[in-house]
């Protein structure tokens, strides 16, 4: 059995627990640098090069893709599916989730809580927008965005104005937030592997500070998901097909709300709150991924 994962540092902690936990299982698991990936169409194949070297088959494929290079990274997960690859999170998948406002369309209309939202680009009817929502404050997000940048409290409908005024002038997209003051501060971070929530987090904001995230400083610690938690996180990765999903979800008037969902999670954080394995757990999944997959391929 060969598997790969895409990143583009093999260093990063979550890659080389992966490394360690598939020595571990006796696994091969390659690393690949998406960004020394050429996609080659040429009217009759689809190949992949790196350096001089044509890319070999791999049983499936875990593709670790950083924000910065998202539509790059997507052409590359693309090209192994066009090659017929498994890939664990698809293109379509990844696609979907990453972007916020079509990520809650389709959380939304699936049934699932998510925090009122507007997407809107006109100016004049900005104060319905923010009745929309439930009035100040409000939440303003980039479209995309991780790591709580791009995520905006305004408390003011002038600064509201003229926060979305000034990046509608640059040319930036937002889409506008109920704030949820009930679960305000402190959000959960659900960890999912197929159709299990594997690990969960409580994360607590730092002071002053109303983004949970842990580069915010906010601080996780293992928790117990209340099994309304746990079902909307596994609905939430299943609306896009992702196999590995980090789940964001707050508390809400309503109960549960999901925020986002994140195909390409780390888990330096979530493994130290914890004390979980979900490297292996990942590794695991990979391997029956990929068993079920060659299964299928016989049968054909
Ligand atoms: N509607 C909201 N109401 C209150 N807090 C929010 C809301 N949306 C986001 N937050 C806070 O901001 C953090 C970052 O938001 P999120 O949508 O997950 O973006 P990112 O991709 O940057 O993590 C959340 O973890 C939560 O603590
Ligand atoms: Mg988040």
Not at 233 to 245: C, M, N, S, T, W
């Amino acid at each position: 059995m060969r598997l790969a994962v895409l990143t583009r540092n093999r260093n990063l902690h979550s890659i080389r627990r992966l490394l360690q936990e598939a020595s571990k299982l006796g696994v091969q698991l390659d690393t690949i640098n998406p960004v020394e990936c050429q996609m080659i169409v040429d009217g009759s194949t689809s190949r992949i090069v790196v350096g001089a070297q044509e890319i070999s088959r791999y049983d499936a494929v875990l593709p670790r893709i950083g924000a910065s290079i998202t539509q790059y990274g997507l052409a590359v997960v693309k090209q192994f599916e066009m090659l017929g690859m498994f890939t664990v999170n698809s293109s379509l998948a990844i696609a979907e989730s990453r972007d916020k406002f079509r990520a809650l369309q389709m959380l939304n209309q699936a049934g699932i809580r998510v925090p009122a939202t507007v997407l809107t680009r006109s100016q004049r009817s900005l104060r319905s927008t923010s009745r929309a929502v439930g009035g100040m404050p409000v939440i303003a997000k980039l479209l995309q965005g991780t790591q709580g940048v791009g995520v905006m409290l305004l408390h003011t409908p002038a600064s509201f104005q003229s926060v979305v005024e000034t990046l509608w002038d640059f040319g930036v997209d937002v889409f506008v937030q109920q704030f949820l003051k009930e679960g305000a501060g402190s959000d959960y971070r659900a960890f999912v592997v197929g159709n299990r929530v594997v690990a969960a987090m409580q994360r607590t904001a730092s002071r002053g500070e109303f983004r949970s995230n842990i580069h915010r400083g906010g601080e996780g610690a293992l928790v117990r998901l209340p099994r309304a938690y746990e079902r909307a996180a596994v609905k939430a990765a299943q609306v896009f097909g992702l196999e590995i999903a980090g789940v964001d979800l707050m508390a809400s008037k309503n109960g549960p709300a999901v925020l986002e969902v994140n195909s390409s999670p780390g888990f330096e954080g979530i493994e130290r709150a914890t004390g979980l394995n979900i490297a292996g757990e990942i590794v695991a999944h990979m391997v029956k991924l990929a068993q079920k997959e060659k299964g299928r391929r016989r049968k054909r």
